[in-house]
């Protein structure tokens, strides 16, 4: 059995402490490089994943262009091989449609379990959590 955190210390998929998604470009609803969440996050932004082109023209063709700077909103634009905190939702559409991006699970928040089976996601773990 892994070790209990405090319930103020979020977690991730794993049960272990959550670790940074990325800080370069800075990611996460709070924009602190953590896939944390909370009530005001309407969109569930706790998949740590690791951007492909394909998944970033699936996202594009589902209205949402996350290649496209908006600096307006604190965004860089994303290229192949960033790491993102995604909507789980969007994650879970692009596994459905077949080209789901791998995602590093200690860096993924526990409450994507709540929207996303933790076998569906196994098979897109990365071994080398770096970006």
Known sequence: MGKV???????NILGTALKSCCTSPMTGFFRDGFCRTNDMDVGTHTVCAVMTEAFLDFSKSRGND???????FQ???LKEGDCWCLCALRWKEAFDAGCAPHLKPESTHQKTLDLIKLSDMKPFFLVDQSC
């Open 5 to 11: 955190l405090p319930f103020d210390r979020p977690r």
């Open 66 to 72: 996350l290649s496209t700077p908006r600096p307006e």
């Open 75 to 77: 965004f860089p634009g």
